[in-house]
């Protein structure tokens, strides 16, 4: 082994434990030396060796990109609507409003339906 291991950075009882086992390892003999180097051997070539996974970054990118893109593609387009919807006039502010107020309460009759299915989505969407 390397005896030469004198660096200022390490604290002393580094040293001294290189030197102990130094010192160890020189009064073995040449079969339990050959041992020790075969069983290290036996255990570095069952180590697996460490494949650098760079294929990660580009295929990780690619999916996030592909799940944004669905997300943009399929999320409901909601159109907020500026104007403010008009009021129902009922009673005597549909008469002063409108000359012929039994045409336009009979029309919106006719699509109460309507009104009431917007009115659903209307409070289905804000929450």
Known sequence: MNTNHHSNDRPAWIDQ?????????RDLDAAT??????????????????????WLLPAGLASACALLLAVIVWQPHRHIETQQPAPIATGASAAVDDGDSEESTAEFYQNLEFYAWLDAQNKGGDG
């Open 17 to 25: 434990a290189n030197r102990v086992l130094d010192d160890s390892v």
């Open 33 to 54: 030396l050959s041992r020790l180097n075969r069983a290290r051997q036996a255990a570095l070539a069952q180590q697996r060796p460490r494949t650098p996974r760079a």
